[in-house]
């Protein structure tokens, strides 16, 4: 059956639409995969891609420059990957640049980010290898908040237990949130420690200032702290003072014992300190004695003018006076 030229115009036009909308993907696709540009290759170092596949975009400052070319295990802890980046865009990235896995947005496909540098490194080229850093990955984050909620959960019965025995009156903590003498009388006591610490604080302040005003160099003082022989010498003097005390102290104690025995013997010393009677007929005795000496003084007196014995005492007194003459 022959086609009449309508169906087969409509033959062609969609023979041509066809062909211009696989010209059109054709060139979208090599325009997202850089395939009619040049491009140089460069290379990352990974301990984990997380995912990253072959054909994934490759961003330096959020702007895609180019793609993932190649992903190799080098051993079990180092993956390669090589990047294919435009070479327009190579002068910009520098050899300081550090790269990272990232998502193209909360559930995106896996991108190279490329992060500048400090801008003062020279630019990368073909075949160099630049810096990375891994990301926590989301089954990391997953297993450290499993762990965080793990421990969450036993804090919190911990906490319960607590709480529980403060709430009964167990333990320091309980008794003094219940009982309301115990924390008043806390209350008074750190009061008291406030008022005793702050007499020490002024108590030293007063000490360091008379420290403060002694002169060392003219002061008792300074000299005692400063002149090694003068401290030693005093302390040979206090070392002194302690004997001669010790020393007084057993000399009183004797003396003690001795007028003790006084009071309790029988000797003279007690019979003259305790009978009256006896010190009466001392007394008069002694006056006795007085008197009589005093009347033998005037009768030798007497004597001595005697025309009998005068010649006698002038003969003493002469031998007397050669004595004295001799000496």
């Known amino acids: 059956m022959k086609k009449t030229a309508s169906e087969k115009f409509k033959l062609g ?3 041509v639409t066809g062909l211009i909308f696989f010209t059109v993907g054709v060139y979208l696709i090599g325009e997202r995969q850089n395939i009619f540009g040049t491009n140089i290759l460069i290379s990352v170092e990974f301990p984990n891609v997380n995912g990253l596949q072959k054909g994934n975009n490759v961003r330096y400052s ?12 080098l051993n079990d802890s180092v993956i390669k990957v090589d990047l294919l980046i435009e070479t327009n865009m190579i002068s910009h990235i ?5 790269a990272t896995i990232g998502t193209d947005g909360l559930v995106g496909n896996m991108i190279v980010s490329i992060i500048p540098g400090k801008g003062k490194a020279t630019s990368v080229k073909a075949g160099d290898f630049i810096k990375s850093y891994t990301k926590i ?8 908040l499993s762990v965080t909620n793990e421990n969450a959960a036993l804090l919190t019965v911990d906490l319960l237990k607590i709480t529980n025995a403060i709430n009964s009156e167990k ?3 309980g008794m003094l949130i219940n009982d309301s003498v115990t924390s008043i009388n806390l209350k008074e006591t750190i009061v008291s420690l406030k008022e005793t610490s702050y007499k020490a604080s002024k108590a030293m302040d007063d000490i360091n200032t008379k420290i403060a005003a002694i002169n060392l160099d003219n002061s008792v003082a300074g000299v005692l702290v400063n002149d090694k022989a003068q401290a030693q010498k005093m302390k040979n003097i206090i070392t002194n003072l302690e004997v001669s005390s010790q020393n007084i102290n057993k000399t009183i104690d004797s003396i003690n014992k001795t ?10 010393v007690n019979y003259l300190s305790t009978d009256e009677e006896f010190v009466k007929n001392l007394n008069q005795t002694i006056k006795n004695l ?3 000496t005093d ?7 007497a004597l001595k003018h005697n025309f009998l014995l005068r010649g006698y005492f002038k003969k003493l007194e002469k031998e007397e006076a050669k004595d004295k003459a001799k000496e």
Not at 94 to 98: G, P, S
Not at 259 to 268: C, E, M, P, S, V
Request: aromatic fraction near 4%; hydrophobic fraction near 35%; glycine fraction near 14%.
């Open 94 to 98: 520098k050899k300081d640049a550090i």
């Open 171 to 173: 333990g320091t903590l």
């Open 290 to 292: 007085n008197e009589g």
């Open 62 to 73: 959020g702007i895609n420059v180019g793609t993932v070319e190649e992903i190799s295990m």
């Open 137 to 144: 990955g989301a089954d990391d984050m997953l297993n450290t």
């Open 259 to 268: 007028i003790t025995q006084i009071k309790n013997g029988k000797g003279a």
């Open 295 to 301: 009347k033998f003084n005037q009768s030798m007196e």
């Open 13 to 15: 036009l969609f023979v």
